[in-house]
């Protein structure tokens, strides 16, 4: 099946710095990128939309100047984090979503674990 | 009203127990219905899509009920590598793009 590869897998940085994220799609174009934030024991939550081109659409309560996103390919979106806080720390999941096969797909990245120390 | 409701859990059940977890809704625009597996600190694999007419992969039936507007998941003898979190996702359009929303997840621990 579809890969979608996400890098780092880990990262600690500390405080005020920025760290960017990257979202690979292997072998599926991905016209679609949604990138997911989830603390501990709670659910995945949707952070913002990207498509491919465009500018991405942000949930609300998230900072699109604080988490930015770059959706520059079919197979690429990256996303970075700055100035980054504690609160910060948490796992990012992307994803990216398309037509495959006449039926829309979605694939998960998995995962980049920030620690913000 | 969340868009995607989902009972947390746990589910703690003896292995070879028939379990069922529900997932309610609240757009009835809503076009696409999935379950979804996810490991502790892993992410999200997909287990199966649900369909009106309901379908079934091994152990695993999943239903819609768009009337109600939920779908359930029924997990037959239980094996303890069955031990996740449940997530249901619910997919529409809105302003030409696809929206994809989750639910809380449910937890589920098969016991020896």
């Known amino acids: 099946g579809a890969v979608v590869s996400q890098h780092p897998s880990r990262v600690i940085c500390k405080s005020g710095t920025s760290v960017k994220i990257e979202c690979r799609s292997l072998?599926?174009?991905?016209?679609?990128m949604f990138w997911y934030r989830q603390f501990p024991k709670q659910s995945l939550m949707l952070m913002a939309t990207s498509n491919e081109g465009s500018k991405a659409t942000y949930e609300q309560g998230v900072e699109k100047d604080k988490f930015l996103i770059n959706h520059a390919s079919l197979t690429l979106s990256t996303l970075t984090v700055t100035s980054a806080h504690p609160e910060d720390s948490s796992f990012y999941i992307c994803?990216?979503?398309?037509?495959?096969?006449?039926?829309?797909?979605?694939?998960f990245g998995p995962g980049t674990r920030l620690t913000v120390t | 009203r969340k868009e995607v409701e989902q009972d947390p859990g746990p589910f703690n059940v003896p292995e070879g127990a028939t379990v069922a977890f529900n997932c309610t809704y609240s757009?009835?625009?809503?076009?696409?219905f999935f379950w979804y597996r996810q490991d502790c600190r892993k992410e999200p694999k997909l287990l199966m899509s649900v369909y009106s007419s309901g379908n079934e992969d091994g152990r695993f039936t999943a239903q819609l009920n768009r009337a109600s507007q939920y779908i359930s998941l029924l997990i037959r003898d239980s094996k303890l590598s069955d031990s996740a979190t449940y997530l249901c996702?619910?997919?529409?359009?809105?302003?030409?793009?696809?929206?994809?929303?989750f639910g809380i997840g449910t937890k589920l621990q098969v016991i020896p």
């Open positions: 072998d599926f174009q991905a016209t679609t």
């Open positions: 757009n009835s625009a809503s076009q696409s």
């Open positions: 994803s990216a979503g398309g037509r495959r096969n006449s039926s829309y797909e979605q694939y």
């Open positions: 996702v619910v997919t529409y359009y809105s302003g030409g793009y696809q929206k994809v929303t």
